[in-house]
Protein backbone atom coordinates (compact mmCIF):
# COMPACT_ATOMS: atom_id res chain seq x y z
CA UNK A 1 0.00 0.00 0.00
CA UNK A 2 0.95 3.54 -0.75
CA UNK A 3 1.38 5.58 2.21
CA UNK A 4 0.18 9.40 1.39
CA UNK A 5 1.26 12.19 2.76
CA UNK A 6 -2.07 12.83 4.13
CA UNK A 7 -1.73 9.73 6.43
CA UNK A 8 1.67 10.43 7.51
CA UNK A 9 0.84 14.17 8.33
CA UNK A 10 -1.57 12.72 10.59
CA UNK A 11 0.57 10.80 12.51
CA UNK A 12 3.16 13.53 12.29
CA UNK A 13 0.29 15.93 14.32
CA UNK A 14 -0.48 13.00 16.61
CA UNK A 15 3.11 12.75 17.10
CA UNK A 16 3.06 16.77 18.28
CA UNK A 17 0.39 16.10 20.70
CA UNK A 18 2.02 13.50 22.14
CA UNK A 19 5.36 15.68 22.94
CA UNK A 20 2.68 18.74 23.90
CA UNK A 21 1.43 16.30 26.46
CA UNK A 22 4.82 15.53 27.99
CA UNK A 23 5.96 19.07 27.76
CA UNK A 24 2.58 19.78 29.94
CA UNK A 25 3.33 17.32 32.52
CA UNK A 26 6.96 18.62 33.05
CA UNK A 27 5.40 22.09 33.57
CA UNK A 28 3.35 19.87 35.84
CA UNK A 29 0.15 21.66 34.65
CA UNK A 30 -3.44 20.14 35.80
CA UNK A 31 -4.08 16.49 35.51
CA UNK A 32 -7.63 17.35 33.74
CA UNK A 33 -5.80 19.56 31.01
CA UNK A 34 -3.57 16.50 30.40
CA UNK A 35 -6.22 13.94 29.94
CA UNK A 36 -8.10 15.74 27.61
CA UNK A 37 -5.06 15.81 25.54
CA UNK A 38 -4.50 12.13 26.19
CA UNK A 39 -8.29 11.83 24.97
CA UNK A 40 -7.69 13.57 21.70
CA UNK A 41 -4.69 11.89 20.69
CA UNK A 42 -6.88 8.91 20.99
CA UNK A 43 -9.62 10.24 18.61
CA UNK A 44 -6.90 11.49 16.38
CA UNK A 45 -4.94 8.34 16.20
CA UNK A 46 -8.52 6.66 16.06
CA UNK A 47 -9.49 8.65 13.32
CA UNK A 48 -6.24 8.09 11.66
CA UNK A 49 -6.64 4.23 11.68
CA UNK A 50 -9.99 4.44 10.12
CA UNK A 51 -8.76 6.85 7.33
CA UNK A 52 -5.99 4.57 6.59
CA UNK A 53 -8.40 0.95 6.48
CA UNK A 54 -10.61 3.46 4.67
CA UNK A 55 -8.27 4.00 2.07
CA UNK A 56 -6.59 0.56 2.13
CA UNK A 57 -9.99 -0.70 1.29
CA UNK A 58 -10.68 1.35 -1.43
CA UNK A 59 -7.53 0.22 -3.15
CA UNK A 60 -8.01 -3.07 -2.82
CA UNK A 61 -11.86 -3.05 -3.50
CA UNK A 62 -10.65 -1.33 -6.95
CA UNK A 63 -8.43 -3.65 -7.64
CA UNK A 64 -11.05 -6.85 -7.11
CA UNK A 65 -13.32 -5.03 -9.36
CA UNK A 66 -10.97 -4.35 -12.03
CA UNK A 67 -10.58 -8.30 -12.30
CA UNK A 68 -14.16 -8.93 -12.17
CA UNK A 69 -14.00 -10.58 -8.42
CA UNK A 70 -16.00 -10.17 -5.12
CA UNK A 71 -15.33 -7.39 -2.84
CA UNK A 72 -16.59 -9.24 0.11
CA UNK A 73 -13.77 -10.97 1.91
CA UNK A 74 -11.91 -7.49 1.66
CA UNK A 75 -14.90 -5.30 3.34
CA UNK A 76 -15.02 -8.48 6.07
CA UNK A 77 -10.54 -7.99 6.39
CA UNK A 78 -11.64 -4.06 6.63
CA UNK A 79 -14.08 -4.65 9.68
CA UNK A 80 -11.78 -7.18 11.45
CA UNK A 81 -8.79 -4.30 11.11
CA UNK A 82 -11.30 -1.95 12.91
CA UNK A 83 -12.18 -4.11 15.53
CA UNK A 84 -8.99 -5.25 16.05
CA UNK A 85 -7.51 -1.42 16.17
CA UNK A 86 -10.26 -0.66 19.37
Known amino acids: MK ?7 RLKRVEGQVRGVLRMMEEEKDCKEVIYQLT ?3 AA ?3 ATAYIIGK ?4 CMLQQMEKGESVDKIIQEAI ?3 VKSR
Request: charged share 30%.
Open 45 to 47: LDK
Open 40 to 42: AIR
Open 3 to 9: YTNDMKN
Open 80 to 82: QLL
Open 56 to 59: NMEQ
